[in-house]
């Protein structure tokens, strides 16, 4: 599904950003390129569910392989 038509960005695009650690609305606008002329920002006022999307993905993607710590800390 599409989140941003300006760009062409989908959700699962979105959840790659999370799995490599872009999980902050800042950092997620910037690397989505939401933030030039070219795009309506439309796609700005649903920056919460992008959050949400990465940080799930973010969560999926941080395995410790011994399980005794939370390597995000
Ligand atoms: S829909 Fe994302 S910038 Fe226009």
């Known amino acids: 599904m599409f989140v941003c038509l300006c760009k062409g960005i989908t959700e699962s695009r979105v959840r790659e950003f999370g799995r490599s650690g872009i999980v902050t609305p800042y950092e997620i606008a910037s690397a989505?390129?939401?933030?030039?002329?070219?795009?309506?920002?439309?796609?700005?006022?649903?920056?919460e569910s992008f959050v949400s999307l990465a940080i799930s993905a973010w969560n999926t993607a941080v395995t410790c392989p011994t399980q005794d710590h939370d390597c995000r800390k």
């Open 32 to 47: 989505l390129g939401i933030d030039d002329e070219s795009c309506c920002g439309r796609c700005m006022g649903n920056i």
